[in-house]
């Protein structure tokens, strides 16, 4: 049987495709299935914030036990998850809860990290607060596209006016004024 395997990318960057294999050439002995909406933590590369939910697409993949595999049950939307991934608090409780002697040695604890303290607004609320994140989100991503554009509007400008395919006029000032 051939399995889909998937990892996290590091500073919050998703869960992708790692690669397929035959279970015969998969050398960690436990995986993990995991579902779409699934949020994991990868418990070597947390501190570098690699984290995240599982698409749609990749329902069903595995990944070994060096993830933490988390679901919300119905308590928790997973799109409100990945912005609460994004938070400095976030941040530090899943450093606080790793052990290790040098930073790419560190362990995620997830018995740890669960302990620590969450305040959690109510699901509608939860909806409400990923629905303004998410038009702000494409509000950057239309003003990002748009600085874009007018970025390589100005290269093509400087281009055209360095190489003399566009000519600027300057007023000629040494006419006389015209008497009134």
């Not at 933590?41 to 990749?58: E, F, N, T, W, Y």
């Not at 300057?170 to 006389?176: F, K, L, Q, R």
Request: aromatic share 6%.
């Amino acid at each position: 049987m051939v399995y889909r395997l998937v990892t996290v990318r590091r500073s919050r960057g998703g869960v992708d495709e790692r690669c397929e294999l035959p279970g015969s050439e998969i050398k960690t002995p436990t995986q993990l299935y995991v579902k779409a909406g699934d949020f994991l933590i990868s418990k070597r590369q947390i501190v570098h914030g690699a984290c995240g939910i599982v698409p749609s697409d990749l329902d069903g993949a595995i990944v070994s036990n060096e993830y933490a595999v988390l679901n919300t049950h119905g308590d928790l939307d997973p799109r409100f998850l990945r912005y609460l991934s994004e938070t400095t608090y976030f941040q530090q409780t899943c450093f606080h809860s790793s052990s290790g002697v040098h930073i790419e040695k560190m362990l995620f604890r997830l018995d740890k990290w669960l302990k620590w303290p969450l305040n959690l607004p109510p699901l509608d609320e939860q909806q409400c607060i990923v629905a303004i994140l998410d038009a702000a989100s494409e509000e950057e991503t239309t003003i990002q596209q748009q600085l874009d554009l007018l970025r390589e509007e100005k290269r093509a400008l400087i281009a055209d006016l360095l190489t003399g395919k566009r000519r600027v006029r300057v007023p000629d000032t040494t006419a006389e004024p015209e008497a009134a």
